[in-house]
């Protein structure tokens, strides 16, 4: 299968402070990204789809000024999380989909820590 | 619209012991199903998939039936390892999507001991 790598896998931030997080498809095309949120022991929450060279398209609930999305190129997504608060450290998820079958593949995450 | 309910966990498994883990859905038309798998600390990785009634996914031991008539997609695995301890998300995707956009179930943890 395709391979989707994310970085940083761990990080820790201070309140108030914005961190990025990569998500880039190593081997192929990847015409759409996914972005989850994870909290322990529970299912994988989508935050938002993006499209390479357009806006991203939030789920109800998401705030996008706070979780900004861009999708660049076809092989790199980021996401930023503005303005950090404890309540945004969460576990991380992207994915990326291409081609015709649509089928995702999964990056390894992306720890947040926020103190 | 579309969902997907699994059984709830933890599920906890002597080694060799048969495993089901139940999955059901809603959804109108033919979605397409599928099961990950989520190692500690890891994201997740595809399992199997099915992609119309009556197909069979299969892949490591594991097999799911989609199942149009009971809106199922139950993963079974006849003899389970240790290093099958994991959760598994039960997902569809449907066929009217034209992103790709998955719907996952809450995930089941499975815990095989010694």
């Given at each position: 299968g395709?391979v989707v790598s994310?970085?940083p896998?761990?990080?820790?931030c201070?309140?108030?402070?914005?961190?990025?997080?990569?998500?880039?498809?190593?081997?192929?095309q990847?015409t759409t990204?996914?972005?989850y949120?994870?909290f322990?022991?529970?299912?994988?929450m989508?935050?938002?789809?993006?499209?390479e060279?357009?806006?991203a398209?939030?789920?109800q609930?998401?705030?996008?000024?706070?979780?900004l999305?861009n999708?660049a190129?076809?092989?790199?997504?980021?996401?930023t999380v503005?303005?950090?608060h404890?309540?945004?450290?969460?576990?991380?998820?992207c994915?990326?989909s291409?081609?015709?079958?649509y089928?995702?593949y999964f990056?390894?995450?992306?720890?947040?820590?926020?103190? | 619209?579309n969902?997907?309910?699994?059984?709830?966990?933890p599920?906890?498994l002597?080694?060799e012991?048969?495993?089901?883990?139940?999955?059901?859905?809603?959804a109108?038309?033919?979605p397409?199903?599928?099961?990950?798998?989520?190692y500690?600390?890891?994201?997740l990785q595809?399992?199997?998939?099915a992609?119309?009634?009556d197909?069979?996914?299969?892949?490591?031991?594991?097999?799911a039936?989609?199942r149009?008539?009971?809106?199922?997609f139950?993963?079974?695995?006849?003899?389970?390892?240790?290093?099958?301890?994991?959760?598994?998300?039960?997902?569809?995707k449907g066929p009217?999507?034209?992103t790709?956009k998955?719907?996952?179930?809450?995930?089941?943890?499975?815990?095989?001991?010694?």
């Amino acid at each position: 299968g395709a391979v989707v790598s994310q970085h940083p896998s761990w990080v820790i931030c201070k309140s108030g402070t914005s961190v990025k997080i990569e998500c880039r498809s190593l081997d192929f095309q990847a015409t759409t990204m996914f972005w989850y949120r994870q909290f322990p022991k529970q299912s994988l929450m989508l935050m938002a789809t993006s499209n390479e060279g357009s806006k991203a398209t939030y789920e109800q609930g998401v705030e996008k000024d706070k979780f900004l999305i861009n999708h660049a190129s076809l092989t790199l997504s980021t996401l930023t999380v503005t303005s950090a608060h404890p309540e945004d450290s969460s576990f991380y998820i992207c994915s990326s989909s291409g081609g015709s079958s649509y089928e995702q593949y999964f990056g390894p995450g992306t720890r947040l820590t926020v103190t | 619209g579309n969902s997907v309910t699994q059984m709830e966990g933890p599920v906890t498994l002597s080694e060799e012991a048969f495993l089901t883990i139940n999955c059901t859905y809603t959804a109108t038309g033919y979605p397409s199903l599928f099961w990950y798998v989520q190692y500690p600390g890891e994201g997740l990785q595809l399992l199997l998939k099915a992609t119309k009634a009556d197909d069979k996914g299969s892949n490591k031991g594991f097999e799911a039936t989609y199942r149009k008539e009971t809106t199922s997609f139950h993963l079974e695995k006849g003899s389970v390892q240790v290093s099958d301890s994991a959760v598994y998300f039960c997902a569809l995707k449907g066929p009217s999507s034209n992103t790709g956009k998955l719907i996952f179930g809450q995930g089941t943890t499975l815990q095989v001991k010694p």
